[in-house]
């Protein structure tokens, strides 16, 4: 092997730099050349290469975002779109491919790769959590760290004048970064998408709980079925009359930033060893963290399988109109 390519795509997530860092050095380690691929899809569909040297990954192991650039590249989905993109990856002589990115990413990594004889492997690098077959993604502990920070600004304030903050969070159809945000920020109340909200109910537990104290905080997932935190307030509103409401929505505050220890840890050793499983001919497969082991998957069930037990919001939904 000589040549591998490595491409950043979808959001991006911080420790993504710590990845493009750690595959470069091991690379040329092994005497492979690294080739960054500039702007997701976008790039490989136009051939926007950049053979990566150490001088190019000094200083970014602490930087957010992606030195490589990344890009919504919906034009990717078309088959003619992806056979110039095999072109140029054959035309620079690229013998493997690493995709960063979360399950859009790997979905077109994995209609990409059964298209070509280039092996392709998947790092998960996105602040959701929202793939199977990894307990995190590269980018979901500092976008946590960010949340939980944030919130307890607002709590500040919250108490301050006895005020009800409605704080909405990323995720897309996933509650992970909801959940977890609202169990370490000490949140009276958090609505995800993985299960049913009932806004009576809501309304009621805000005024049980209100009773003597100052402020509640209620974090709202994105994806919620019910719609986001300034849908939800207004949905409150009129069960809560008496109440002062605030609304604030994090947005992409939650994507940037220094990526913590254990980001930068994770996309260290999932780098390593992408650059590893390439060499010893695997393709088709995702790196993945469990009990602090690395492991690896196949990047359908990856993309196929949930990481989210929509199942058993089936069963719960079920159970609810049987009542
Ligand atoms: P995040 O969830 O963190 O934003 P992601 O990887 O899921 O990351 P997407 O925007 O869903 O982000 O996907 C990134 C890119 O992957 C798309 O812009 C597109 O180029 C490619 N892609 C997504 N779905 C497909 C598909 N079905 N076929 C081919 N390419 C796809």
Do not use: C
């Amino acid at each position: 092997m000589k040549k591998i390519g490595i491409l950043t795509s979808g959001g991006d997530a911080p420790g993504m730099n710590a990845a493009i860092r750690a595959i470069t050095k091991t690379a040329i380690h092994y005497g492979i050349q690294p080739i960054g691929v500039l702007d997701g899809f976008e790039g490989l569909m136009n051939g926007w290469f950049k053979n990566m040297n150490y001088e190019d990954v000094d200083n970014i192991i602490q930087r957010g975002g992606t030195v490589l650039g990344s890009a919504r590249a919906p034009k990717f989905k078309e088959k003619e779109a992806r056979k110039e993109a095999i072109e140029h990856l054959e035309k620079a002589e690229i013998e493997g491919l690493i995709v960063i990115g979360g399950d859009g990413s790997f979905t077109g990594a994995h209609v990409l790769s059964s298209e070509m004889n280039i092996p392709v492997i998947g790092i998960p690098g996105t602040i959701d959590n929202d793939l199977y077959g990894t307990e995190t993604t590269i980018g979901y502990d500092t976008a946590l760290n960010t949340i939980v920070e944030a919130i307890d600004k607002i709590r500040d304030t919250a108490t301050s004048h006895k005020r009800i903050f409605f704080v909405e969070v990323m995720g897309r159809n996933s509650g992970f970064l909801a959940l977890n945000s609202a169990i370490a920020s000490g949140a009276e109340s958090v609505l995800i998408p993985e299960t049913i909200s009932d806004i009576e109910a809501i309304a009621l537990q805000i005024k049980n709980q209100n009773k003597g104290r100052r402020s509640s905080i209620i974090i709202v997932a994105e994806g919620d079925e019910e719609g986001g935190a300034m849908d939800i307030m207004r949905k409150v509103k009129p069960h809560l009359k008496d109440y002062e409401l605030r609304t604030t929505i994090l947005g992409h505050i939650q994507r940037g930033g220094s990526p913590s220890f254990y980001d930068r840890s994770l996309a260290t050793r999932s780098g390593i060893k992408a650059v590893e499983l390439l060499m010893e001919g695997n393709t088709k497969k995702m790196i993945g963290i469990k009990s602090d082991e690395l492991v690896t998957i196949d990047l359908k069930d990856a993309i196929d399988k949930n990481a989210f037990p929509k199942i058993e919001k089936e069963e719960l939904l079920a159970k609810l109109l049987t009542k």
